[in-house]
């Protein structure tokens, strides 16, 4: 379901945030041996709940109302913990919420936990976690790609032979972009071995 109906259906009673929420944490559990997600917040219940009360008790609610995310482990969340993949820093508990995670929760969002990474955001192949690498959900022997509704990353990407950094909502954003930017084929990621092109990660074959 796009993010888009997502909200729609909330707002309009169809469904709750809880359920939606729930449907989320199922397809985790279900794809647990992908590692690509490192913890699940427990406080993603209560985010869920206080945007169901603020629907059943007729108040305005956020443009991502319900909306579960995921945010990468270098993103930091308060009273969360953001270990950035590695061993380092894995007991760290952030201080203060980064800007991100303060517009999402303005908007009513729902974060629902941390995903995995390569350790310090060094490389693109997610196999340097201290996790463990990030497996592809459609073939395990591939390069990872997302699998669930929407989750935020801080990523290099090299356009025109230039690097640019880049909030990504990544997971359905590779197929909605080749469907209305077809010239984004020619994009490629930049990692410390060869370039990646957007094309052949799509289709799950961009091995490393």
Same mark, same amino acid.
């Given at each position: 379901?796009?993010?888009?109906?997502?909200?729609?259906?909330?707002?309009?009673?169809?469904?709750?945030?809880?359920?939606?929420?729930?449907?989320? /944490? &199922?397809?985790?559990?279900?794809?647990?041996?992908?590692?690509?997600?490192?913890?699940? $917040?427990?406080?993603?219940?209560?985010?869920?709940?206080?945007?169901?009360?603020?629907?059943?008790?007729?108040?305005?609610?956020?443009?991502?109302?319900?909306?579960?995310?995921?945010?990468?482990?270098?993103?930091?969340?308060?009273?969360?913990?953001?270990?950035?993949?590695? &061993?380092?820093?894995?007991?760290?508990?952030?201080?203060?919420?980064?800007?991100?995670?303060?517009?999402?929760?303005?908007?009513?969002?729902?974060?629902?936990?941390?995903?995995? %990474?390569?350790?310090?955001? %060094?490389?693109?192949?997610?196999?340097?976690?201290?996790?463990g690498p990030c497996?592809?959900?459609?073939?395990?022997?591939?390069?990872?790609?997302?699998?669930?509704?929407?989750?935020?990353?801080?990523?290099?990407?090299?356009?025109?032979?230039?690097?640019?950094?880049?909030?990504?909502? /990544?997971?359905?954003?590779?197929? %909605?972009?080749?469907?209305?930017?077809?010239? %984004?084929?020619?994009?490629?990621?930049s990692v410390p071995?060869?370039?990646?092109?957007?094309?052949?990660?799509?289709?799950?074959?961009?091995? $490393?």
């Amino acid at each position: 379901m796009k993010v888009i109906e997502i909200v729609k259906k909330i707002k309009a009673k169809e469904i709750s945030a809880q359920e939606v929420l729930d449907f989320y /944490l &199922k397809k985790i559990e279900e794809k647990n041996s992908l590692n690509a997600v490192i913890e699940v $917040f427990s406080s993603a219940k209560q985010l869920a709940k206080e945007v169901d009360d603020k629907i059943k008790e007729g108040k305005p609610v956020g443009k991502l109302a319900g909306v579960p995310i995921l945010i990468k482990d270098n993103i930091l969340y308060k009273d969360h913990k953001a270990s950035c993949g590695s &061993k380092f820093l894995k007991d760290y508990i952030a201080q203060y919420s980064s800007t991100v995670v303060k517009k999402l929760l303005k908007e009513d969002a729902v974060i629902i936990g941390r995903a995995n %990474m390569d350790e310090f955001a %060094m490389g693109s192949t997610n196999k340097t976690s201290f996790y463990g690498p990030c497996k592809n959900a459609v073939n395990e022997n591939y390069v990872a790609v997302d699998i669930y509704s929407k989750a935020v990353r801080h990523e290099k990407i090299r356009i025109n032979d230039k690097q640019y950094d880049a909030v990504w909502l /990544l997971a359905k954003y590779l197929q %909605m972009a080749l469907e209305q930017f077809p010239e %984004m084929q020619h994009i490629t990621f930049s990692v410390p071995y060869k370039d990646i092109d957007i094309s052949k990660l799509l289709k799950g074959i961009g091995q $490393f």
